[in-house]
């Protein structure tokens, strides 16, 4: 598919299809990441992809986390967003869930996570190219600590995540803000 053309089909899907996903397209979707630019070529990604009991147990540790902060105090503090309940119901409805981790480095932060955000959408772009559907996920961060335990890599830090599976849905373009609006041709 044409490059523009996927840039404008991609959406965020949250209902998905009960069809797995095999290992090649999703080998293929990662690879796409790996290609990516990244600051200084450092490619502080590393990708751990779950299915089945251990990818629900990432959601029920988010399910677990929002209930909690249904204490007002408690989620006063963690400041938990509303939206972590609805996205790890996504999780467990998608066959696929990729962790996507750095290895901590308090030098590089800011450059390390643009470059997990090159990786990451260049895996959305390749999804959206093979017809997968995609849902890239920051809510999981709650959980973040819990998470790199479950997995056996408490040495790195979680940055984000990305369902994936087949649509079930075909959801109309989201809105975004005018051209006119964010652009400035300075004279
Ligand atoms: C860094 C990042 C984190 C996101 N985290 C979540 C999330 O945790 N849960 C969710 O449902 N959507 C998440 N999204 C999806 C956004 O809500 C979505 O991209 C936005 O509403 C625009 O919709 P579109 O992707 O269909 O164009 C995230 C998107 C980005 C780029």
């Not at 988010?62 to 996504?90: F, G, H, I, W």
């Not at 998470?147 to 994936?164: I, Q, R």
Request: glycine share 4%; with cysteine.
């Amino acid at each position: 598919m044409e490059t523009k053309k996927v840039i404008e089909k991609r959406r965020s899907i949250r209902s998905f299809k009960d069809e797995d996903v095999s290992n090649e397209v999703i080998e293929d979707i990662i690879n796409c990441g790996r290609l990516a630019p990244s600051a200084k070529n450092r490619q502080n990604w590393y990708f751990i992809v779950l299915r089945n009991t251990i990818k629900d147990k990432v959601a029920d540790l988010m399910l677990e986390c929002a209930n909690n902060n249904d204490e007002a105090e408690e989620r006063k503090k963690l400041k938990t967003p509303s939206s972590v309940k609805p996205t790890a119901n996504v999780i467990k409805q998608a066959p696929i869930l990729v962790l996507i981790f750095r290895e901590k480095d308090d030098n590089w932060i800011v450059g390390d996570n643009l470059s997990i955000g090159a990786c990451v959408e260049n895996m959305c772009l390749r999804a959206t190219d093979l017809e997968i559907g995609s849902l890239w996920i920051r809510d999981i961060v709650y959980v973040a600590e819990d998470v790199a335990k479950l997995v056996g890599h408490e040495n790195m830090e979680l940055n984000c995540a990305v369902s994936f599976g087949i649509a079930n849905q075909n959801p109309k373009q989201r809105p975004r803000k005018e051209l006119k609006d964010i652009v400035e041709w300075y004279k």
